[in-house]
Nanobody, 126 residues
C-alpha cells in the first residue's frame, strides 16, 4: 500500500520558519516528480512547489510565484523523503500542506499527481 505521510507542520509567528517532510512508503518514487500543494479554508488547492527525479541530473525545481525565494524543496531518494523548507513565513501561507507524487515532469496541476498524503496544518500568526 502506497503511503505519503507529511510531518513538520505547526504554529509559527510571521517571519519564522518550518520544515515539512513527506515520507513515502509502499513503493519507490524513482522517476516521479514530488510536489507540495496547499489549501487554505474556503480556497482551492494550489500548487506550491515541485521537484523532479534527482537520480541522474540532480533534479529540477519549480515554485509558485508566491513562495519563490522563501521556500526550498529538496528530496532524499535514499530515504524516499521530500522536504519543504519554508522561511520568512507570512499569515497568507496558512493552509493545510499536501505532499503528492506524479509521473509528469514538474507538474503544477493537482490532477497530474497520482498519490497524495493526508496533509499537515501550517498556521502563521501575525
Amino acid at each position: 500500500q502506497v503511503q505519503l505521510v507529511e510531518s513538520g507542520g505547526g504554529l509559527v509567528q510571521a517571519g519564522g520558519s518550518l520544515r515539512l517532510s513527506c515520507a513515502a512508503s509502499g513503493r519507490t518514487f524513482s522517476g516521479y516528480t514530488m510536489g507540495w500543494f496547499r489549501q487554505a479554508p474556503g480556497k482551492e488547492r494550489e500548487f506550491v512547489s515541485a521537484i523532479s527525479w534527482t537520480g541522474w541530473t540532480g533534479g529540477s525545481t519549480r515554485y509558485a510565484d508566491s513562495v519563490k525565494g522563501r521556500f526550498t524543496i529538496s528530496r532524499d531518494n535514499a530515504k524516499n523523503t521530500v522536504y519543504l523548507q519554508m522561511n520568512s513565513l507570512k499569515p497568507e501561507d496558512t493552509a493545510v500542506y499536501y505532499c503528492a507524487a506524479g509521473r509528469k515532469f514538474l507538474a503544477v496541476e493537482s490532477y497530474e499527481y497520482d498519490y497524495w498524503g493526508q496533509g499537515t496544518q501550517v498556521t502563521v500568526s501575525s
